[in-house]
C-alpha cells in the first residue's frame, strides 16, 4: 500500500485535486433549472381563453350560456394557475431539499479528503526529494531503498548502481530488513509518511488508536549511517528482520555453538542477557561476553542501542520465515528468567544504527571506532608470554597446601615456564570467606613464599557470592542483592548451592567487596581470577538498589569492580567493558572436538571476542574442563598447539599425565617454543590495541575483506599482519587443507617452502601429529 501511495506521486497534481472535487459535486446529482412561468406565458394562456370565448359568442351561444362559459374558462385559468403555482413551490422544496443534500454530500467528500490529501502532501514531498529507479525503488538520501514489491522492506547499498544491478542469481545489496514483524496487518494499512531532507518516519495506527512510529534518519558521523527508530506503547513488541540469504554475519558475542559466521548456526528469539549457558537451572543461548553489534560478509553493520528490551534470533524457522533465512532483533519487555526490564516511560524502543560501506573491513572500522571503546591499559605481560597454571581441572575442590606445592614442583622441574599459579576453588572455610582454611592450609604464608620462590606468581579464584554459614554473609547484610518489597537478602542457587549475590548496582557494596580483596591481597597474592557475573544468577524478585536501564548493567559494574586488580587479573563476563583491558576468559570447554563448546569453539570464540573489542581472549585450560570425559592425546595436543598463538595459554591437566607418553610432553614443549618465538610480536600488538582498537589475533577477511572464502574459513587466523595460523581442529587428520588467499607466503614447519598465490586458493598438506601448520606472509598480492 505504501508502494502504491509512492509509485502514484508522479500522476497527482492540483488539477486532478479539482476535477476530484467538482466530480464528487457533480455526483450528488444536483443540477440549477429555471422552472418558474414568466410574465408572458401568463398573458399568452389568457388571451387564448379570451378567442375561444368569442369564438364561442359568434357560434350563437345565448347571453347566459356565454356568461357561464365565460366565468367557467375563466376558473379553469385560475384553477390551472393555481396548479402551476402549487408545482412551482413544490419543485422548490424539492430543489432546496437536493441542495442541502448536496451541501452534505460536499461537506463529507471534503472532510474524506482532508484525511487523506495531507498523506498525499506527504508523499508529494517525498516526490520531490525521491528518485524513481526502474519503478522498482524508491531511494531516500544515497541508499535507503524502499522495495515496491514489499512495502516495508528497505534496501541499503553502497550505491545505486549495485541496487539496479541486483537480481536473485547475483544479488548485489548490502543488507535487506523487513521493517515491523510484529505490526497487526491493521496498521500496515493504516499509516502516514514524512519525510524531509534527513529523516523519513511513518506512522502507523492500531485498531486500539495505538500508534507507532518508525523514524530512520541520517546520522552525523558517516555520510552512509543511519538511525533506525521504532517507538510504541510499551505492551506492544517491535521486531526487524535481517536477510541471511546472501550474506554471512560476525559479532554479538558468546553463544554455546559458536559458529564462524555466526549464521552457520540456528537458535531461536532469546534474551541478549549475559548467562552461563552451562547453568542446569536455567539453560540458556547466550554466554557470559555479549555486544550488540554485528556485520556482514556484504559491507552492513548494525549496532543496538543499549535502552532497547532486546532479543536475538538467527535462523530460526518461523510462518512468517519458512526457509530460516534471517537475522532478527526484537524489541519485548517481558521479564525472562526472572530478569527485568524496568520501563520508566510506559513506551517501548527498537532503536539501532545501520551503517554501509563497500566491505567488511571498512564497516567494522566505522561502527567499532564510533561505538566500541578501545582498551585503556594492557595486562601483565608475563600473563601474555608465559604459561598460567590453574588447579581447578587436575584437583577440582580436593586441594591443600601440599597438594599445591607438589603441583608447582612438577612445573619446575619439567622446565616450563610460568606465570602464574592459580589456586581455584574450595581454598577458604566457606564460600564467601576470602580466606585460607587452616584445615588445608596450615602455613599459607610459608606456602606463598614457596611458590614464589620457584618462580610463580599467585593469583586467587574469587565470586561474587556468600554461602549462607559464611561469616560473610552476616558481614555484608547490607550489601548483597534484595528481593521484594521488604528489602531481605535474596537467595539464590549457584553451582555450590545456595547463597546470596553481591548487588553491583550497589557503590558501596562494590566498595565493601574491593577492600575485602584488599585485605586477602595482603598475603602477597598478585591477583584474582573473577568468576560467575552473569544474570541468571540473580535471586527471585530481585531488586537493584539502583534500577539500570539496561539488566546487563549487572555484569558491566561487576567488570568494572574486577577491574580495580587488572593488571593480573581475569574476568569471564562482561558488556561493554573493553576500556577495562582484562583478561576474558572464555566459558568452560568441554573436552571434545567440535564448535558445541569444544576445541573448535575456542578459536571461533577468540575471534568473536577479537572482533567485538577484546583483544586479550583468554581461552579455557588445555584439553578442556573433563566433566563428561577426558581429552585423548591427540585431543590435548591439538588444543595445546591453538592456544599458543592466542593471546594467553594456560594449562591445568599437565602434558606429563598421559600415563609416562614422552611424546605430549615433547609435542606441547615444542609449541610453546613456537610462541616464544612469537610472543613480542602479540605483546606489541596487545600494546597497539590501546591506540587502534585492532585485536592479536584476526579474522582472514581483516586483510582480505572482498575475498569470499575468508568469510566462511572457520579453522584459520591471522596473529596480526605477520602470520596466517591453520591449527589441526578435527580429529584424525593426516591430510590437511588450507586455504592460502592472494599473497606471497613462507611455510613456518616442514620444507618452508616460499609460495606465490597470485590468487586465493587451497592447498593440501600431509600432517603429522606434531606438525603446526602456519606461514609468514612476506607480502600481500
Not at 56 to 67: A, E, F, Q, W
Not at 187 to 205: P, R
Not at 667 to 693: C, D, H, P, Q
Request: aromatic share 14%; proline share 4%; net charge positive.
Amino acid at each position: 500500500m505504501l508502494a502504491e501511495k509512492l509509485s502514484s506521486i508522479s500522476e497527482y497534481d492540483e488539477n486532478s485535486t479539482r476535477t476530484s472535487l467538482t466530480g464528487l459535486s457533480s455526483y450528488t446529482g444536483y443540477t440549477v433549472h429555471n422552472r418558474s412561468p414568466s410574465g408572458d406565458s401568463l398573458n399568452t394562456i389568457s388571451s387564448t381563453i379570451t378567442n375561444n370565448t368569442n369564438k364561442y359568442s359568434r357560434n350563437g351561444l345565448p347571453g347566459d350560456r356565454k356568461i357561464a362559459t365565460e366565468n367557467a374558462l375563466q376558473q379553469r385559468l385560475r384553477t390551472k394557475s393555481l396548479a402551476q403555482t402549487h408545482n412551482y413551490q413544490f419543485c422548490k422544496k424539492i430543489r432546496i431539499t437536493m441542495a442541502l443534500i448536496g451541501i452534505l454530500l460536499l461537506v463529507a467528500a471534503i472532510f474524506m479528503l482532508s484525511f487523506y490529501l495531507p498523506k498525499q502532501y506527504e508523499s508529494e514531498t517525498i516526490a520531490t526529494k525521491a528518485k524513481i529507479i526502474e519503478k522498482k525503488y524508491t531511494v531516500f538520501g544515497k541508499n535507503i531503498f524502499i522495495d515496491h514489491k514489499d512495502y516495508l522492506t528497505l534496501r541499503f547499498s553502497s550505491n545505486v548502481s549495485a541496487l539496479v544491478a541486483e537480481s536473485e542469481s547475483k544479488p548485489n545489496i548490502a543488507l535487506k530488513v523487513d521493517l515491523g514483524q510484529q505490526l497487526s496487518e491493521a496498521a500496515k494499512k493504516n499509516f502516514s509518511v514524512h519525510y524531509t531532507n534527513d529523516s523519513l518516519t511513518i506512522k502507523f495506527q492500531e485498531l486500539d488508536l495505538d500508534v507507532i512510529t518508525l523514524t530512520i534518519t541520517k546520522l552525523n558521523f558517516s555520510d552512509q549511517c543511519y538511525e533506525v527508530y521504532w517507538i510504541s506503547s510499551y505492551n506492544n513488541k517491535l521486531e526487524d528482520c535481517f536477510d541471511t540469504k546472501f550474506s554471512h554475519w560476525f559479532g554479538l558475542g558468546e553463544v554455546f555453538n559458536q559458529t564462524w559466521p555466526l549464521d552457520k548456526t540456528s537458535f531461536p528469539m532469546t534474551p541478549f542477557l549475559t548467562s552461563d549457558y552451562l547453568d542446569s537451572y536455567q539453560p540458556n543461548i547466550f554466554g557470559s561476553v555479549l555486544e550488540p553489534f554485528a556485520v556482514n560478509s556484504k559491507g552492513a553493520g548494525i549496532y543496538i542501542d543499549e535502552h532497547v528490551p532486546l532479543h536475538v534470533s538467527m535462523n530460526e524457522v518461523t510462518k512468517k520465515h519458512p526457509k530460516g533465512d534471517k537475522f532478527c532483533i526484537r524489541a519485548d519487555l517481558k521479564d525472562y528468567y526472572n530478569v527485568k526490564y524496568v520501563n520508566t516511560s510506559s513506551t517501548n524502543l527498537l532503536k539501532y544504527t545501520v551503517c554501509i560501506r563497500d566491505n567488511i573491513k571498512d564497516v567494522h572500522k566505522v561502527m567499532f571506532d564510533k561505538f566500541i571503546e578501545k582498551p585503556e591499559k594492557v595486562p601483565d605481560k608475563r600473563m601474555m608470554t608465559q604459561p598460567i597454571w590453574s588447579t581447578w581441572v587436575q584437583f577440582r575442590t580436593h586441594i591443600n597446601q601440599s597438594v599445591i606445592l607438589k603441583f608447582a614442583e612438577e612445573i619446575k622441574n619439567h622446565g616450563f615456564e610460568r606465570s602464574h599459579i592459580q589456586i581455584d576453588d574450595s581454598y577458604s572455610t566457606q564460600y564467601g570467606d576470602f580466606n585460607f582454611n587452616p584445615e588445608k592450609f596450615s602455613d599459607p604464608n610459608l606456602m606463598i613464599d614457596i611458590l614464589k620462590s620457584y618462580g610463580f606468581r599467585i593469583t586467587v579464584w574469587v565470586y561474587p557470592f556468600a554461602g549462607l554459614k559464611s561469616k560473610a554473609f552476616l558481614r555484608g547484610l547490607p550489601y548483597w542483592m534484595k528481593f521484594g518489597k521488604k528489602g531481605a537478602p535474596g537467595i539464590t542457587k549457584w553451582w555450590h548451592g545456595f547463597a546470596t549475590i553481591l548487588d553491583t548496582t550497589n557503590e558501596n557494596a562494590r566498595t565493601w567487596f574491593q577492600n575485602t580483596l584488599e585485605g586477602f591481597k595482603r598475603l602477597k597474592i598478585d591477583g584474582f581470577k573473577f568468576d560467575a557475573g552473569e544474570l541468571n544468577y540473580l535471586p527471585q524478585d530481585y531488586n537493584f538498589i539502583i534500577p539500570q536501564p539496561n539488566p546487563n548493567y549487572f555484569t558491566k559494574l561487576y567488570v568494572e569492580l574486577a577491574s580495580k586488580f587488572q593488571q593480573l587479573g581475569e574476568v569471564r563476563s562482561s558488556y561493554k567493558c573493553q576500556k577495562y583491558g582484562m583478561f576474558t576468559r572464555i566459558l568452560d570447554r568441554a573436552s571434545h572436538w567440535d564448535t558445541g563448546n569444544g576445541l573448535h569453539s575456542v578459536l571461533t570464540a577468540a575471534l568473536t571476542f577479537s572482533m567485538i573489542g577484546y583483544p586479550y581472549v583468554l581461552p579455557d585450560m588445555v584439553g578442556g574442563n573433563e566433566y563428561f570425559y577426558k581429552p585423548n592425546k591427540e585431543l590435548y595436543v591439538r588444543w595445546a598447539q591453538l592456544s599458543a598463538f592466542l593471546p594467553a595459554i594456560q594449562f591445568s591437566k599437565p602434558p606429563w599425565d598421559f600415563d609416562n607418553d614422552k611424546d605430549v610432553l615433547v609435542i606441547v614443549k615444542e609449541a610453546l617454543a613456537i610462541r616464544k618465538n612469537i610472543s613480542e610480536v602479540m605483546y606489541t600488538a596487545a600494546e597497539n590495541a590501546v591506540i587502534t582498537g585492532e585485536p592479536i589475533i584476526r579474522p582472514l577477511w581483516w586483510y582480505w575483506p572482498v575475498d569470499h572464502e575468508t568469510f566462511v574459513v572457520d579453522t584459520e587466523f591471522m596473529v596480526t599482519e605477520k602470520f596466517l595460523v591453520a591449527p589441526v581442529m578435527h580429529l584424525n587428520i593426516v591430510w590437511h587443507t588450507i586455504y592460502l588467499p592472494a599473497g606471497v607466503w613462507k611455510e613456518q614447519w616442514g620444507r618452508k617452502s616460499t609460495i606465490n598465490m597470485t590468487k586465493g586458493g587451497y592447498r593440501g598438506y600431509n600432517v603429522t601429529l606434531r606438525d603446526v601448520c602456519y606461514f609468514e606472509l612476506l607480502s600481500k598480492n
